[in-house]
């Protein structure tokens, strides 16, 4: 899989996302398609964007108990995106199943399994104070990943502040998936740790995820194409 850039498609609805995709002629960029559109519009959405080539990370955040968690991948399994994920807090055991889904699935798919470490939205201080989980989220983050590669998951989701130490731990090849991607001056939003793509290329992050830096841009195709600039040519 190439590394590069996916664009969080938050969106309400299919109407909404084909206009943004046609509109700004981002047909064929690589994608990000979260809960809000997958709930509305269910599986044909991710057919429809496969016809125009998107490579597509299916982020439904799955966590539940691990028979449950199987049995949904069994299922994600057929529509043949590139990466799905789960909540690493959702236990080694969970993991390990999330896995035998997907290869039970189908096995001729290759559907990479990403795990959530820390969410880029939480602090120090959430994850100490409000979810009681003890220590720094640096080495909090390691940790989830550590004990989701033991159990099958072929990289994680974590903040660009993460991913050198994740990939010191857990090796090149485990993939980084890193949401809170900023252009430079643009609105932090609700997130916490971010980063500019340049940066995310020089901190071990492998797929970058944008959203609102170019969904809500002046012109979403430049800030989609600034970004792109600053990845590739950082070095
Ligand atoms: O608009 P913004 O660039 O903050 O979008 C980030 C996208 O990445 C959102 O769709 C969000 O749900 C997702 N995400 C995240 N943090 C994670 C996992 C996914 O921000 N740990």
């Not at 700004?24 to 960029?29: A, K, Q, S, V």
């Not at 989701?148 to 130490?165: F, K, L, M, T, Y």
């Not at 980084?176 to 020089?202: C, E, S, Y």
């Amino acid at each position: 899989m190439t590394k590069s850039i996916y664009l969080a498609l938050d969106f309400p609805n299919w109407l909404e996302t084909n206009h943004f995709l046609e509109t700004n002629d981002l047909r064929g960029i690589p994608v990000k398609v979260g809960m809000e559109l997958y709930y509305q519009e269910g599986p044909k959405v991710i057919e429809k964007l496969k016809q125009d080539n998107h490579k597509i990370f299916l982020d439904l955040k799955l966590f539940d108990i691990p028979t449950t968690v199987m049995r949904a991948m069994k299922v994600i399994a057929g529509l043949e995106v590139d990466m799905i994920n789960v909540h690493a807090l959702g236990g080694s055991e969970m993991i390990k199943l999330a896995k035998e889904g997907l290869l039970s699935g189908n096995a001729n798919y290759n559907t990479k399994l990403i795990a959530v470490t820390v969410l880029t939205s939480m602090s120090n201080t959430t994850l100490n104070e409000e979810l009681m989980i003890p220590g720094d989220l640096t080495e909090n983050a390691i940790h989830f990943a550590r004990f989701s590669q033991a159990n099958g998951a072929d990289g994680v989701v974590c903040s660009v502040h993460e991913a050198n130490a994740i990939k010191t731990a857990c090796g090149k090849e485990f993939a980084t998936v890193t949401p809170g991607i900023r252009l430079d001056n643009a609105p932090v939003n609700d997130q916490q740790r971010i980063a500019t793509p340049g940066f995310a290329k020089q901190n071990g992050a492998d797929y970058p995820v944008i959203g609102r830096t170019v969904t809500h841009a002046n012109n979403p195709r430049e800030a989609y194409y600034q970004a792109i600039k600053e990845w590739e040519e950082a070095r």
